[in-house]
């Protein structure tokens, strides 16, 4: 993940996932993440149906804590969305 900025270079991810962790914000910024990389995945698999599409998604611990995160996650599951989880 990077974030945009305006006449700047991206942010990386080790920029501020830090600072989402601090702030509790991790399991926000994971779903955003979860969902963005879904939405690649059903317009990759929509336009071209016969690749074979393979996407990571690093998760915050603290996310996998989270039990309504868990819930969540569990029906993205079905979506057949590969997760990853480095400690």
Known sequence: VRIPQQGHPALVA???????ERLQLAPQLDRLVV???????????AANKSSTLSLSVNLSCSSLLDEGFRLWL?????QKLQIEVNT
């Open 35 to 45: 969902e963005k990389a879904l939405g690649h995945l059903r317009s990759t698999d």
């Open 14 to 20: 080790g920029a501020f996932v830090p600072m989402a």
């Open 74 to 78: 569990k029906q993205q599951l079905k």
